[in-house]
RNA sequence: GCUGCCAUCGUCUAGUGGCCUAGGACGAUAGAUUCUCAUUCUAUAAAUCGCGGGUUCGAAUCCCGCUGGCAGCACCA
């Protein structure tokens, strides 16, 4: 039975996009593999805790259609799913590893250590804790009785190559030497991360995991840590990060980070999925539109690049224009009404649904391009087709108060009729009409976008100029 | 600095010893369609496969070195 998790941590205002990502292949694999795929929230840093960011994190989850089968807000057989209740489990365990010999109490203040840290980047050595208390400190109890402030850290055996295999990179190894005697339980009595997730790895059975690149150098901890209990180890696999433009670690600095943003840009989760989805991974049939089920039909983790591929926003949007293009009009126009806060008119949307659709790459282009069915324009007619010649407009007036059958194609018909009659070139004669009308340079196709926004409000649109 | 990971068009990538004078997609450029903008279609430019050595009849593909990029080096995850 294959198990993966998704383990994010409620310190910043939403998912990050490399979380998703993360989150998107561990989903992938689970269900590809009828595993289960499950969220845990990994909440033990109390000072960089965000209200509310828990339940917009899962809230994210949910508007990209990445269903979990355990997690906090549904419970599940390995309850609870969130680090800070589960403060008793990590404590035992400490405890146990301190008995077994292989983690003590430290005593050390952070002056001290940050002084020894620096003395030894200077001696251009590995900066690791010279486990002054583990040497000197022969009862510690009696210390912690007297209400000294303490930490549990590992003790990391000498001498010893670690090795574990990556799914995607192979064998990778290193030496315990160049390892810290990393804290386990830090001082507010909270777990580090790397205590944290090897209990809750095991005693959750995750048999995959499946994160980002970074966490490479801290994984011989985790090995580490699962001999010292005498558990087996996971596999794991070591995702790529997701890179800025400039190749750096894609950051809010230089690129939109959280994931909601995307969403309220107007793009489709199905297609940051897609995009997502080929970075670091290519279609066996070289494919680029496909959905999750296909996803995670052709997927397997063994074909994962192991290079960190940037992020192209330009070429996410000219995916998201195509899902656009690819969505059936009602439900094109119940997204747009939707992502608009219901604040203009279903029916008028539905109209101008099919004028609009092959020129948005993302529903908040849509706004721009129809605000003048919505709302009277600012007209400025200066340098613009026929220029600040009012009388084209005038006649333009007339002759379409003529028109009986108030339809695209007679509407067409007539201006083109009248533009020969006046002898306009056609582009100038309908930039004219154009701006007119909708008050820009750039609009749907002009025939269809008059039909819609009707005779009566062409005609004083016109008569107003 | 130390430790580790990585290295094919600007970007995402195909490629796992001969089919590679390196293929596709985005983007760019040019053209066709068109009343604007898009869409659609066609074409073009774009990687001496980071560099240098090997191995081999033959290397983008295997090995070594170098260089470069990135990540990690917290009582953050």
């Known amino acids: 039975m294959v198990r993966t998790r998704i383990a994010p941590s409620p310190t910043g205002h939403d998912i990050h996009i490399g979380n998703l990502y993360t989150a998107l292949i561990n989903w992938t694999y689970a269900r590809k593999h009828n595993g289960q795929f499950i969220i845990r929230v990994e909440d033990t840093d109390r000072e960089r805790l965000v209200e509310g960011a828990e339940a917009r994190i899962l809230s994210t989850f949910k508007a990209f259609g990445l269903d979990y ?24 365990h400490a405890k146990e590893l301190v008995e077994k010999g292989h983690a003590y109490y430290c005593f050390c203040k952070k002056e001290r250590l940050d002084e020894i840290r620096k003395k030894q980047i200077s001696e251009k050595k590995i900066p690791r804790y010279d486990r002054y208390c583990l ?24 001498n010893r190559t670690i090795i574990f295999n990556d799914v995607i990179r192979g064998e990778i190894k290193f030496e315990s030497n160049n390892i810290d005697d990393q804290i386990l339980i830090k001082s507010d009595g909270y777990p580090t991360y790397h205590m944290a997730v090897v209990i809750d790895d095991y005693l959750m059975s995750i048999t995959h995991v499946i994160r980002a690149e970074e966490w490479i150098p801290s994984t011989p901890k ?25 190749k750096s670690k894609l950051s809010k600095r230089k690129n939109p980070v959280f994931a909601s943003w995307y969403l309220e ?52 949007e000219w995916m998201n224009g195509e899902y656009i293009r690819r969505t059936p009009n009602d ?72 028109i009986e059958d108030w339809k695209a194609d ?22 004219t009409l154009r701006v007119a009308i909708t008050g820009k340079k750039i609009s749907p196709p002009l025939n269809e ?5 009707g005779k009566e409000k062409c005609l004083e649109r016109l008569s107003k100029i």
């Open 222 to 246: 985790h090995i580490l840590l699962y001999e010292a209990f005498g558990w087996p180890f996971p596999i794991y696999a070591h995702l790529p990060i997701l890179r800025n433009p400039d």
């Open 449 to 453: 976008s008059m039909e819609i926004l």
């Open 410 to 431: 007679v509407i067409g018909e007539k201006m083109q009729e009248l533009a020969k009659r006046e002898n306009v070139k056609a582009g100038d004669f309908f930039m």
């Open 331 to 402: 439900e094109l126009r119940t997204l747009i009404y939707e992502f608009y806060l219901k604040e203009y008119p279903e029916d008028l949307i539905t109209k101008t649904v099919p004028l609009i659709k092959e020129r948005i790459k993302k529903l908040s282009d849509y706004l721009p391009l129809c605000e003048f069915f919505f709302k009277e324009p600012e007209v400025d007619l200066s340098g613009v087709g026929t220029g600040r010649d009012l009388s084209l407009p005038q006649k333009i007036h007339d002759e379409l108060e003529k």
């Open 265 to 316: 840009q107007g793009f489709l989760p199905k297609a940051m999925l897609n995009f997502l989805a080929l970075m670091g991974w290519s279609h066996p049939e070289q494919k680029e539109i496909f959905d999750l089920n296909e996803f995670k039909e052709k997927f397997e983790l063994e074909d994962m690049q192991p290079v960190g591929p940037a992020f192209d926003i330009v070429k996410l």
């Open 135 to 158: 040497n000197n400190i022969k009862i510690p109890q009696e210390l912690i009785d007297k209400g000294e402030k303490y930490v549990i850290r590992l003790k990391v055996p000498e």
């Open 69 to 92: 089968d355990e997690g906090p807000d549904l419970g599940g057989l390995y309850a609870p799913y969130r680090q800070s209740d589960r403060l008793k489990i990590y404590h035992k």
